[in-house]
T-cell receptor
């Protein structure tokens, strides 16, 4: 069965420090991968999505970046965190079936980032 | 550009049916309607999806109007554990990988 791992679960980082959040998927090949952010009391904001290794689409201009070094690994990074980067970060995956039909997305348990 | 409109909040008594509406008046013929829910401090969970026929699974029923411009998610016997934010999404089922959420409906089940 497929599983998604996201870590760490919580993180407190000072302003100006770097960030690296990792997400890995097991039990599937060539998934679509997504990073979302949810500020306190707000909806889900799509940050990045990827349809393959090295293929990253950015949705919102910001000081964050994403990379996909392996098929089932998706990394969210920042060189210098801002206070506004605080939030709940979620990784998700879906697959494209034969005939380009997208399946539903499955989410990790999230990382709660507090920038202080 | 979530393409859906939902009421920001709703209450429902425990044991009663919860009916959550969603408007998607600009839906195209290639787009499915998906529903997810997010319980506090967890990742969203897939509930159900449909194209034009009504759908039912172990979690819920989805009723889509004939013109497909709106839909209703029905939780037949709501429990306290159904308290969550419910998201209605339209998604192209051919080749469009982007998955965009709106602000959803915060459903509170009242004991």
């Amino acid at each position: 069965s497929q599983t998604i791992h996201q870590w760490p679960a919580t993180l407190v980082q000072p302003v100006g420090s770097p960030l690296s959040l990792e997400c890995t998927v097991e039990g599937t090949s060539n998934p679509n991968l997504y990073w979302y952010r949810q500020a306190a009391g707000r909806g889900l904001q799509l940050l990045f999505y990827s349809v393959g290794i090295g293929q990253i689409s950015s949705e919102v201009p910001q000081n964050l970046s994403a990379s996909r070094p392996q098929d089932r690994q998706f990394i969210l990074s920042s060189k210098k965190l801002l206070l506004s980067d605080s939030g709940f970060y979620l990784c998700a995956w879906s697959v494209m079936m034969t005939g380009k039909l997208n399946t539903e997305a499955f989410f990790g348990q999230g990382t709660r980032l507090t920038v202080v | 550009d979530a393409k859906t409109t939902q009421p920001p909040s709703m209450d429902c008594a425990e044991g009663r049916a919860a009916n959550l509406p969603c408007n998607h008046s600009t839906i195209s013929g290639n787009e499915y309607v998906y529903w997810y829910r997010q319980i506090h401090s967890q990742g969203p969970q897939y509930i159900i999806h449909g194209l034009k026929n009504n759908e039912t699974n172990e979690m819920a029923s989805l009723i889509i109007t004939e013109d497909r411009k709106s839909s209703t998610l029905i939780l037949p016997h709501a429990t306290l554990r159904d308290t969550a934010v419910y998201y209605c999404i339209v998604r192209d089922y051919f080749g469009n990988e982007k998955l965009t959420f709106g602000t959803g409906t915060r459903l509170t089940i009242i004991p």
